[in-house]
T-cell receptor, first 117, second 114 residues
Framework: DTEVTQTPKHLVMGMTNKKSLKCEQH?????MYWYKQKAKKPPELMFV???????INESVPSRFSPECPNSSLLNLHLHALQPEDSALYLC????????????????FGPGTRLTVL | AQTVTQSQPEMSVQEAETVTLSCTYD???????LFWYKQPPSRQMILVIR??????QNATENRFSVNFQKAAKSFSLKISDSQLGDAAMYFC???????????FGPGTRLSVLP
C-alpha cells in the first residue's frame, strides 16, 4: 500500500480565517513533507519532518504552521493567508534514513487545492 | 547547488508511438537518485521510475525506460507504445543520498494524440 491521503480536497478561505490541512500515511514512513505547487510549476518544498521532528523549514512565512502529532499524521495550520498563497498543497512521505533501498522515494498524496479570497 | 533542467516545456506523441523526454542535472555529488514523476490532471504525483546513480544499468518499468548517462548528467525518459493515459506533466527529480530535499525540474507537458 503506497497511499498518502489528504483532506480536504478543496478549501476556500478568507484572509482572516484559520484552517488546517491534514495528511495521513500508513506505510510506516518516518519522513513527511509539505510542498506548495503553483499552476504549471514544479512543487516547492516547504517543510520536512523526520521522526516527528521538524528538520527542514524552507523559510516559509509564519502564517503556515506545520505540526506532526505522530508518525502517521502531518498537519498544516493556516492563518491570515494572502491571495498569493492560493495553490495546490501536496503532502509526501518516505522512509527516513539514507542507505535503505527505496528510502529515497517520496510518495505523494492527491493534494489540497487552496483558494484564498 | 543542484539544478534540474527539462528543456522541452511541451511535447506530443501519437498513440502507440514512442516519445523521449529529456532531463539534465547539475551536481557535484557522486551518490544520488534520479526520478521521473507523472502528474496527470487529477493532480496526484505518481512515481514512474527511479534510478540509483551507482547503477550503470538503465532502469525499466514496463513501457517506461530511462537512458542514464552519468558522465553527461543526463537522464531521459522513453515511453514506448504511448497510451492516452500517459498524457500528463512529467517532472524529473534529483535527490542526493542521505538528503531530504528533492530538486524538481520545471516539467514537460506531454500530450498523447489519438
Amino acid at each position: 500500500d503506497t497511499e498518502v491521503t489528504q483532506t480536504p480536497k478543496h478549501l476556500v478561505m478568507g484572509m482572516t480565517n484559520k484552517k488546517s490541512l491534514k495528511c495521513e500515511q500508513h506505510m510506516g514512513h518516518r519522513a513527511m513533507y509539505w510542498y506548495k505547487q503553483k499552476a504549471k510549476k514544479p512543487p516547492e518544498l516547504m517543510f520536512v519532518y523526520s521522526y516527528e521532528k521538524l528538520s527542514i523549514n524552507e523559510s516559509v512565512p509564519s502564517r503556515f504552521s506545520p505540526e506532526c502529532p505522530n508518525s502517521s499524521l502531518l498537519n498544516l495550520h493556516l492563518h491570515a493567508l494572502q491571495p498569493e498563497d492560493s495553490a495546490l498543497y501536496l503532502c509526501a512521505s518516505s522512509q527516513a534514513g539514507g542507505g535503505v533501498i527505496g528510502a529515497d522515494t517520496q510518495y505523494f498524496g492527491p493534494g489540497t487545492r487552496l483558494t484564498v479570497l | 547547488a543542484q539544478t534540474v533542467t527539462q528543456s522541452q516545456p511541451e511535447m506530443s506523441v501519437q498513440e502507440a508511438e514512442t516519445v523521449t523526454l529529456s532531463c539534465t542535472y547539475d551536481t557535484s555529488e557522486s551518490d544520488y537518485y534520479l526520478f521521473w514523476y507523472k502528474q496527470p490532471p487529477s493532480r496526484q504525483m505518481i512515481l514512474v521510475i527511479r534510478q540509483e546513480a551507482y547503477k550503470q544499468q538503465n532502469a525499466t518499468e514496463n513501457r517506461f525506460s530511462v537512458n542514464f548517462q552519468k558522465a553527461a548528467k543526463s537522464f531521459s525518459l522513453k515511453i514506448s507504445d504511448s497510451q492516452l493515459g500517459d498524457a500528463a506533466m512529467y517532472f524529473c527529480a534529483y535527490r542526493v543520498n542521505y538528503g531530504q530535499n528533492f530538486v524538481f525540474g520545471p516539467g514537460t507537458r506531454l500530450s498523447v494524440l489519438p
